[in-house]
């Protein structure tokens, strides 16, 4: 760990590296999470760390007398330029968003997971989380007990990136009381309860991936709400917003789970969920109840690539018919109040996935690669002269296997994210496979023409250079024009966003509890985040080492202040 301040922005002065935003669609990138996630998903059914943790010590945190101010965040171990220009604006002692207003630092800071991309592991946590946060943040050596006393804690949840690695690197981060900056950290779980202010409480429960709630985690939620009175409030933090899935007649299982919980251990204490918070999507929604008594709030703007709103539904009904743990014929409408960035926006940035083959190079080389190939195979196919049936079956059988390897591609990466098979999307894959066939088809013929008619050395200098820095580039924006359109339909969704890494529109909840009961949430946004630093050597102990090189990170309000009241559990927006 690197202690005293840096005179520069280097990696033996800061004690990590700055990370660059992780570039998803490149080919090395998409293998190894895409590995890591099925390894995950096989070994966590077989050594699921949840139930090991029933050996841990776990306590009921209490964090607030009469009043409290806590910061929620999730998504944020990505790029340093985003994931640190969050974490400054969370340690600056006071912020402005609005005139007039003014709020301090939270005293708690929760992180909603996916606290390090593109997979969790001890580099990763460093470089891309420990490292940034304790640079905003860092330590003060102090010897009075009160200034001790006052350091903010810091609470995190594991996200599905988080849970790649098994949970091995997130305990020990965050559940072993080590400091992370100036914030303490006080959890042994991966879950944990929080008795705050007047009556609340901040549950944050490990549902693995969409997975059962495990009998140790549920004991240790059944002892924190012995402590609870009829009348209490609950803010529920979840690692994936499942209301939104669910409740717009999708797959019901993840949020199935989050009522099971709600019906056997919040419920039975007299308790209501009033708030439920979370991220995993990379950006801001929230969904009122239409009588205004709840609140489902998505904020992922830690720092993590954006992610469309533009296609969120207009109203949710929870919960879905298609839940198996419903026990009344009940449904309640949640309406969509805000996103960020707005739909209009949302709409205008999804037409950057044209920049993808500079976003993301390694993709660009990937096309160049695969139509290299298949225009080789055809090729080869046009300028053979078989005979007989057999003699042309072996001739065109391996661009019939390739072509048949870009339809499977194809049709399986249309269906990426979708929890069912669909007829629709299985269309759409055999159109793009169609597309980039085309292209490489039309090449061939080029070539083939090209052979015929030029000398041989011409031939063979476009089909080297030509091949993969033009048709290459050409078919990695058949790649960007097809993700622009099936994005509209309900297909590949995330891939339109994750394909441009954006950096910019990140943001946090800043929520407070007055001493009437009263919670506040205050939905803060960084439109644009820093991108030039420079070192500050000579920063007084506990301001960030590192600065924008001009001007500073501005921060506004997403909406006006939300306010819960826990007696009457009305919500209503201020004007």
Known sequence: MKDSRPHDLSEEQLGFRRRGAVRWLLPTVLASAGLKAVLAGIFGAYADKRELQSGLQAEIYHHGDDELWFDFVADLGDGFDATYSIASVLAAPELSPAENLHLPRGQVLVMGGDQAYPAASATAYEDRTKGPYRAAFPREDTVLEQEAKDRPTLFALPGNHDWYDGLTAFLRVF??????????????????????????????IDTQFDEYIDAPQLAYFRRATTQMREGDGVILCTPKPAWIKAGSGGDARGYDAIRFFEREIVRPAGATVHVMLSGDSHHYARYAEQDGTGQRITSGGGGAYLTATHLLPKSLELPPKTSRVTETDEHTTFDRARTYPSREQSSRLANGIFRLPWRNPGFWGLTAFLQTVIALLVQFGLAS??????????????????????????????????????????????????AHLALAGFWAVVLYRLEAEAAQWITVVVALVGTPVVVGFVDSLVVGLYLLIACRFGFNTNEVFAGQSLEDYKGFLR???????????YPIKVPKVCREWKANPEGAPGTPWLIPSEGSIGTELIEQPVEVTRASAATTARV
């Open 175 to 204: 559940a072993q009381s080590r400091p992370v900056g100036g914030w303490d950290t006080e959890q042994a779980r991966s879950y944990f309860a929080i008795q705050l202010p007047q009556r609340w409480w901040l549950l944050a």
């Open 385 to 434: 002269e078989p005979h007989g049936v057999f003699g042309t079956l072996a001739v065109w059988t391996p661009a019939a296997f390739a072509a048949l390897g870009t339809v499977v591609g194809g049709v399986l990466f249309a269906r990426l994210g979708l929890e069912r098979s669909s007829f629709a999307a299985g269309i759409a894959g055999i159109l793009h496979s169609a």
């Open 511 to 521: 929520l407070h509890i007055d001493r009437e009961g009263s919670l506040t949430i």
